[in-house]
């Protein structure tokens, strides 16, 4: 049975997280509407007034109250981030240049996660920062810091943020230099709320700043969590599906431009650019996929759709290639292993080839008798869609992981399926 219809996806969580966690040091009040209701942002949301911030509900959004950089933590302050790698590697830029004492901490997921190669350049900065073994917990100790000229050796929109969030606090020039482009929420979040950022391909140059929150800002929905059903009408006969009022910066939007060059139906309104480009997208089905080539420059703008692109995959005529994803090792599973694993116990042709990620197809899914998202998010939704597209319905353990980004996955899914 087909997908179709409209939806609109929650709203960006890599812009949400920015939107509370930057508000730290930015002064004014500012009404924010369409924020991620998931469980990575209820973390930082929950760190931003543990450290002194006021978040109201109100008519419309939820009302911040700048802190300005000024707030005065109790020694020794322990900030818990769950599952949100998002949160613990801002809060590492952030905290690093204001006094107190502070240790950041999440679930045993986070906690086998790297956090050496934000601290790292963080420490050239002058920060003082300890961590388990090069992973969580993470201790801060707030220290005055210089700006440096960091030459990142792979694109990590995560590193590249902590480092321009010290920026802002430290002293002279912060410079970052990208090998390729990543998602560029925090530099656009920089200039909207009047921070001195300039950039030049791909570098990014910031020095210290006083930021003041703008009276309104209104997230757009997520890419991230559009893919999944944008996808899934790539690959089921006779599904329409259109994503309303989605962030279409050229950062994020590369899982589409991979759709359409596989052949898919891809059509897009445009809606707005200030701050971030927004518009409609529809993926309608127009029949067999072809295999394609992923180049490793690509990687950062679809890092997060890998899994239901690699579903995709599955179906396509021949054999695609998705080059340099060693990123995908160090997600809240290894990512790449599980990709593997669970779309091979459904039939399908996956292969890891040192860092590339290697799928041929077309694949007639056979149906096992249980899958193992292993508490991944986006599997855990992949392997919903996949049994969907096979018309099966077999348990998926560590289902309740998708309210990390996606709470309302299971209801958006239900009004789109036509069965």
Request: aromatic share 4%.
């Amino acid at each position: 049975m087909p997908l179709e219809g409209r939806f609109t996806p929650p709203g960006d969580k890599s812009i949400s997280h920015r939107l509370i966690l930057m508000s730290l040091l930015a002064g004014e009040e500012m009404l924010a509407s369409g924020l991620s209701d998931c469980d990575d942002v209820r973390s930082s949301l929950a760190i931003f007034r543990a450290l002194g911030g006021r978040a109201e509900p109100e008519a419309g959004g939820l009302r911040l109250t700048g802190l300005g950089g000024r707030w005065e933590p109790p020694e020794g302050l322990e900030l818990q981030c769950n599952n949100s790698g998002t949160s613990i590697r801002l809060l590492m830029g952030l905290l690093a240049g204001r006094p107190g004492s502070y240790l950041l901490d999440g679930d045993l997921q986070l906690r086998r996660r790297p956090m050496e190669r934000v601290a790292e350049p963080l420490r050239l900065m002058g920060a003082k920062i300890g961590t388990a073994g090069g992973k969580p917990p993470v201790s801060i100790e707030g220290q005055p810091l210089r700006g440096i000229e960091h030459r990142l050796s792979e694109a990590s929109a995560q590193l590249k943020s902590a480092i321009l969030l010290a920026g802002l606090q430290a002293e002279g020039t912060t410079t970052v230099i990208e090998p390729a482009h990543s998602r560029d929420h925090t530099e656009r979040l920089i200039d909207y709320f009047g921070g001195h950022i300039e950039i030049d391909s791909l570098t990014i140059s910031v020095s210290r700043s006083e930021l003041s929150l703008p009276r309104r800002f209104a997230v757009p929905a997520d890419p991230s969590s559009a893919a999944f059903f944008l996808v899934a009408a790539s690959i089921i006969p006779k599904s329409r599906v259109t994503a309303q009022n989605l962030l279409l910066s050229k950062g994020r939007s590369g899982f589409l431009r991979v759709l359409d060059r596989m052949g898919a139906k891809v059509s897009l309104t445009m809606l707005g650019d200030t701050p971030e480009p927004t518009g409609d997208v529809t993926v309608q089905h127009d029949g067999p996929l072809s295999a394609t080539e992923i180049a490793a420059e690509e990687v950062p703008s679809l890092i997060d759709e890998i899994p239901i692109l690699a579903l995709a995959a599955t179906q396509a005529r021949g054999r695609t290639v998705f080059h340099k994803v060693d990123e995908l090792k160090v997600k809240e599973t290894d990512r790449l292993m599980a990709i593997r694993h669970q779309l091979g116990a459904l039939g399908a042709r996956v292969n890891a080839e040192g860092d590339d990620l290697v799928i041929e197809g077309p694949t007639s899914f056979i149906i096992p008798e249980s899958l193992d998202s292993g508490s991944d998010h986006r599997l855990a939704m992949t392997l919903a869609i996949a049994l969907r597209a096979a018309g099966a319905s077999v348990p998926i353990s560590g289902q309740g992981s998708i309210s990390v980004s996606y709470p309302s996955f299971g209801e958006d899914l239900a009004s789109l399926w036509k069965g």
